[in-house]
């Protein structure tokens, strides 16, 4: 571990509150589905007792299809069904898209108060390489606009608090190539990082009995361990004092930038602060650097519980690992767990 992670792990631990929360002995297992949300009527996930939920996605674009008028219909099918069926809901509130898809309301791209709405990413094959079009990202950094989506998030709030298990924000990470050119012109880091702070404050006000997860992975205007600004270590501390979770995209134990990122950061948080990774497609068809070793679901199910302590993982439905690896395996560790009929 080099001296510059170690002293951020030591760092956040000191100026961490102390909590007297317990938090589960081993992580909850939820079925990452995504946008795929019909899937939760399959019969391997709800005959299934080590999957204790679902993890959905809902874009801001179909919950909100018109200023102030909020279509919620769909997520509260979908969590009445779970509940009738023993299970829990975790949302994913999804305002970023990394495709041509934009995934917020259509009255933020005409209005111009909003200055568009959203703001095109864009990234680089490599060092040297044009910026290609990577998705859209809501302008969160924009009063406006961010306005709007705390609304959204106090709507949600009164109307499913207390009865999902909670609702996690999408990643912090957005990219513009390091180009001015592609950059929008009112972003700067420091902006950009209080108004996270801002939507995590107001989620979580939102949600006092659910668990709200910021997915914390990455800020523009810094890249560690080099360039600390202190940008992400920030939304971290913040996510303490508020009393919000912590956690991310892609549970990739070998993989070098989360290791410099997110990880130490999530393993450092402080007792009572709640934590969850998702496992993506690719995730699992990750192989040792060193060995050569392709990852199995018993090696990362024991990073995620023994190095970063999570309370949640979101496994992913890629094939074939999902039927073949991830449900054999965590039926045998509950069957292990709770012996019986």
Request: proline fraction near 9%; aromatic fraction near 12%.
């Given at each position: 571990?080099?001296?510059?992670l170690l002293?951020?792990?030591?760092?956040?631990a000191?100026a961490?509150?102390?909590s007297?929360?317990p938090r589960?002995?081993?992580?909850?297992?939820y079925?990452?589905?995504g946008?795929d949300?019909?899937?939760i009527?399959e019969?391997s996930?709800?005959d299934?007792?080590a999957l204790?939920g679902?993890q959905?996605?809902?874009?801001w674009k179909?919950l909100e299809p018109?200023p102030?008028?909020y279509d919620?219909k769909p997520?509260?099918?979908d969590?009445?069904f779970?509940e009738e069926?023993?299970?829990r809901?975790f949302v994913q509130?999804q305002?970023v898209?990394?495709s041509k898809?934009?995934?917020?309301?259509?009255?933020?791209?005409k209005?111009p108060?909003?200055?568009?709405?959203?703001?095109a990413?864009?990234?680089r094959?490599?060092?040297?390489?044009e910026p290609?079009?990577a998705?859209?990202?809501?302008?969160?950094?924009?009063p406006a606009?961010?306005?709007?989506?705390v609304?959204l998030?106090?709507?949600?709030g009164?109307?499913?608090?207390g009865?999902?298990?909670?609702?996690?924000?999408?990643?912090?990470?957005?990219d513009?190539?390091?180009s001015?050119?592609?950059t929008?012109?009112?972003?700067t880091?420091?902006g950009?990082?209080a108004?996270?702070?801002a939507i995590?404050t107001?989620a979580?006000?939102a949600f006092?009995?659910?668990?709200?997860i910021?997915?914390a992975?990455?800020m523009?205007?810094?890249w560690?361990?080099d360039?600390?600004?202190?940008?992400?270590?920030?939304?971290y501390?913040?996510a303490a004092?508020?009393?919000?979770?912590?956690g991310?995209?892609?549970l990739?134990?070998?993989?070098k930038w989360?290791?410099?990122h997110s990880?130490?950061l999530?393993a450092?948080?402080?007792?009572?602060?709640?934590?969850g990774v998702?496992v993506?497609d690719?995730?699992?068809?990750e192989?040792?650097?060193?060995?050569?070793?392709?990852?199995?679901?018993a090696?990362?199910?024991r990073y995620a519980s023994?190095e970063l302590?999570?309370?949640?993982?979101?496994?992913?439905?890629e094939?074939p690992?999902?039927?073949r690896?991830?449900?054999?395996?965590l039926?045998?560790r509950?069957?292990?767990a709770?012996?019986?009929?």
């Amino acid at each position: 571990m080099t001296t510059t992670l170690l002293t951020l792990l030591l760092g956040l631990a000191a100026a961490a509150p102390p909590s007297t929360q317990p938090r589960p002995s081993e992580p909850q297992s939820y079925v990452f589905f995504g946008f795929d949300r019909e899937r939760i009527h399959e019969r391997s996930f709800l005959d299934e007792p080590a999957l204790v939920g679902a993890q959905l996605k809902y874009s801001w674009k179909e919950l909100e299809p018109e200023p102030g008028r909020y279509d919620l219909k769909p997520l509260l099918a979908d969590l009445a069904f779970l509940e009738e069926h023993g299970k829990r809901l975790f949302v994913q509130l999804q305002d970023v898209s990394f495709s041509k898809w934009v995934l917020v309301p259509d009255y933020l791209t005409k209005d111009p108060r909003y200055g568009g709405g959203v703001a095109a990413q864009y990234d680089r094959k490599g060092p040297g390489a044009e910026p290609r079009f990577a998705g859209w990202v809501a302008r969160r950094w924009d009063p406006a606009v961010r306005a709007r989506f705390v609304a959204l998030l106090e709507a949600l709030g009164r109307a499913v608090d207390g009865r999902v298990e909670g609702i996690n924000l999408a990643e912090t990470a957005v990219d513009f190539a390091d180009s001015p050119e592609h950059t929008p012109k009112d972003l700067t880091p420091d902006g950009y990082r209080a108004a996270f702070q801002a939507i995590m404050t107001a989620a979580k006000r939102a949600f006092p009995r659910s668990h709200v997860i910021v997915y914390a992975n990455f800020m523009p205007g810094e890249w560690l361990p080099d360039d600390d600004h202190g940008h992400l270590r920030a939304v971290y501390d913040h996510a303490a004092k508020t009393g919000v979770g912590v956690g991310g995209p892609d549970l990739m134990p070998w993989k070098k930038w989360q290791r410099l990122h997110s990880y130490p950061l999530i393993a450092a948080r402080p007792a009572g602060v709640v934590a969850g990774v998702a496992v993506q497609d690719g995730n699992l068809a990750e192989r040792d650097p060193k060995s050569g070793d392709a990852l199995t679901v018993a090696e990362l199910y024991r990073y995620a519980s023994e190095e970063l302590r999570l309370d949640y993982v979101f496994w992913g439905t890629e094939e074939p690992y999902y039927s073949r690896d991830v449900i054999p395996f965590l039926h045998a560790r509950h069957r292990a767990a709770r012996p019986g009929p």
